[in-house]
């Protein structure tokens, strides 16, 4: 069965200082993995995608398949970055996506 | 461009009834994905349908049902509530159900089962 692993319910940094959002995955198969966001009081978005190799805000992500591993981080934390990252994976198509249980990111001042 | 919209935001039923609840997709979007989230945890995903069919399905019973509509709106239906049934419901939608393309997902209606 495929499943999402975020250990980390709460991640509490200052500011400026590194982030590191684990997610650890299980899934027979080549799947396409998501990071995902929520800030306070808006709908979840995408934050970005492992096919795009993409920076979003500062964020990066790099996917190891012999950890099965697709950590999240960011090298300066800003306030702004505050709120709940899902990790998420697909096995395509009509699959559907399957979350982890999030982790709340706290930016101290 | 709007974005993809739910109704009702809060709804309360008692155990054994029927509840409905209905999503509007983003322009020029046919797919619709619903997820179900329990307090405490990720989105879970309950079916999604694609062109007026339910193409996909999570582990989820039979009396979660759904439809799409022509425009490509859709509706989840619940039958014989149940207290664990009582979360938050996602709806998202998708260009097409490739997994390149990204789920818009809405506010959310908050279901309490009493």
């Known amino acids: 069965a495929q499943r999402v692993t975020q250990p980390e319910k709460l991640l509490s940094v200052f500011k400026g200082a590194p982030v590191e959002l684990k997610c650890n995955y299980s899934y027979s198969g080549s799947p396409e993995l998501f990071w995902y966001v929520q800030y306070s009081r808006q709908r979840l978005q995408l934050l970005l995608r492992h096919i795009s190799r993409e920076s979003i805000k500062g964020f990066t992500a790099d996917l190891n398949k012999g950890e099965t591993s697709f950590h999240l981080k960011k090298p300066f934390a800003q306030e702004e970055d505050s709120a709940m990252y899902y990790c998420?994976?697909?096995?395509?198509?009509?699959?559907?996506?399957?979350f982890g249980k999030g982790t709340h990111l706290i930016i101290q001042p | 461009e709007t974005g993809v919209t739910q109704s009702p935001t809060h709804l309360i039923k008692t155990r054994g009834q029927q509840v409905t609840l209905r999503c509007s997709s983003q322009s020029g979007h046919n797919t619709v994905s619903w997820y179900q989230q329990a307090l405490g945890q990720g989105p879970q995903f309950i079916f999604q349908y694609y062109r007026e069919e339910e193409n996909g399905r999570g582990n989820f019973p039979p009396r979660f049902s759904g439809l799409q509509f022509p425009n490509y709106s859709s509706e989840l239906n619940v039958n014989a509530l149940e207290l664990d049934d009582s979360a938050l419901y996602l709806c998202?939608?998708?260009?097409?159900?490739?997994?390149?393309?990204?789920?818009?997902f809405g506010p959310g209606t908050r279901l309490t089962v009493l």
């Open positions: 998420a994976l697909t096995g395509g198509g009509a699959d559907g996506l399957t």
């Open positions: 998202a939608s998708s260009l097409e159900p490739s997994s390149y393309n990204e789920q818009f």
